[in-house]
């Protein structure tokens, strides 16, 4: 029985005759040039952004690959037995650059954070630079454990009250009695960084958490810096509406809103309801929604705090860990 063409096929006869190394979608058109994609059996809408993805991942989890990453911005791939062309190194085109691959000088390395040392930033974001969202840390292990609960629980909740931009007593007090403060409410799902490799189940993981609330994000500290992996990104975002945020750890005021969510006017009741019977954080978080709406005031002990310097805190979670001599602390 045949074997079936793959992409990384595909790949490995194009760059065996290409010209110079190519972006994926410079090696899908040079492929299709080639008659190479006729030999594949499945492709899909956006061949090339799968055929980024695979070398992506290829490239950077195995250390046999027989393909290697050229340059940046946009990264291109290349035979890793091939000689580069004049002019070409690992590093991208340029003349009078030589046929060798850069290595990079020693940095020292970053402290090792986990997901739950970022919720304070996306906090500090929520509540600086989403107009006022109060947040709420959701503990999955305050969870029941039923059936169907995975990629049901967001990791933090969020409220945004318009009360919180009325200044004076009379105008708060007739919002509340006409029912005026309509809250808005969000759900982020936190990741310490995403790339290529985990794009897609972080994404959907987001899409499954948030199909309750008004507006849904992913959060991450890090975000693969690549043309393809935004384009990617982007259509992610805009197909199915989660927004992206990224939190700078290095510079608190530099995170923002990479891709905003699309805003749901009706609240998915019946998601709502199952999450609030199997997670007691959650139950609580709606009970301190109403008890605020009731009494016009916003109770903000009820919701995480906000570090006093987020900025401070971030840049704690990234410095350079200290390298000590030998039987000697810290």
Known sequence: MTQAFTFMDMVRVALKSA??????????????????????TSVGKTPWHSLG????????????????????RPVRFWLRTRPFPHGWSAVGPGEGAKDVPVVEPDEPQERRFLEKDLHPVLVAFARTQLNGVRAKTIQHTAST?????????????????????????ITVEFAGTVRAPIIRLFSFELKRSVDFSNLRECFFQAVSNSSWAHEGYLVAARWLDDDEFDEELTRLSQSFGIGAIHLCLDDFSA????????????????????LVAMNSDVAHFLETVKIDLNANRIHDAEYDAVPADPDAYAKRLVQPEAKTKKGKAP
């Open 19 to 40: 010209p110079t190394p190519m972006s994926a979608p410079e090696l899908w058109a040079y492929a299709e040039t080639k008659k190479l994609t006729d030999k594949l």
């Open 255 to 274: 995170s923002r809103v990479v891709h905003p969510a699309r805003v749901r006017d009706d609240l998915d009741w019946v998601t709502l309801d199952k």
């Open 53 to 72: 993805a695979l070398l992506y991942v290829d490239t950077k989890e195995n250390t046999s690959s027989e393909f290697i990453r050229v340059g940046r």
């Open 145 to 169: 454990k039923k059936r169907f609960g995975e990629w049901v629980h967001p990791d933090v909740v969020g409220v945004r009250f318009p009360l919180s931009a009325l200044g004076e007593r």
